[in-house]
């Protein structure tokens, strides 16, 4: 089989989804989730997810954007602050997670964002993990529950990040203070100002 193929085959098994749409094309709601009919019987389990391909476009000598993203995941599966893996397809660079929601917004941000903030930071601390690249795209919310996801750029918590990777990591949220040019709390609490300053 070609790769081609291949990958065709990948995306029907497992669809490419972030966010869902109905057939209206409208943006289904967290709390329409349950809605939604999926298999689960003897014969099979259908489980709505989402799938990415990690190109190798930023890959330094230091980094294997791919190969991080499946460590992290790994290690941090069974805390409930993620995007729990499903499946990895190391061939053809493939991550599938279970589905988590929407992009975080002003319409789906949780009253307590604050005390789950503090859970997430604590839980990633607990795993010596710094996020390195919170963005408002990297918060999703389903059912009240903040995730985070994209763990391409994370690093030991107790180490600096090499010197060849990227200075754009986390965009206009990136922290920039004195000693805490990369801070998963400072870029978190941005995140939050941005949506509530801006009402997007």
Known sequence: MNFKK???????????????????????????????????????????SVSKKVKDTWNTPTINVYNNEKKWLNILKDTGIIAKPIQFNDKY???TTEYCGNKINKNNIPNDWKKQKEHILTTLKNHNCRHNDIKPGELLVQNNKIKLIDFGWAHDLDKSNPSDWPGCLGDKFKCNLPNKEYDDECSFDKVIKHILDNKV
């Open 6 to 48: 291949s990958l065709i085959c990948s995306i029907i098994s497992v669809p490419f989804i972030y966010g869902y749409f109905n057939k209206k094309n409208k943006e289904i709601k967290n709390n329409e989730i349950k809605d939604i009919i999926l298999k689960d019987d003897a014969s099979s389990k259908t489980v709505l």
């Open 93 to 95: 660079k493939i991550i």
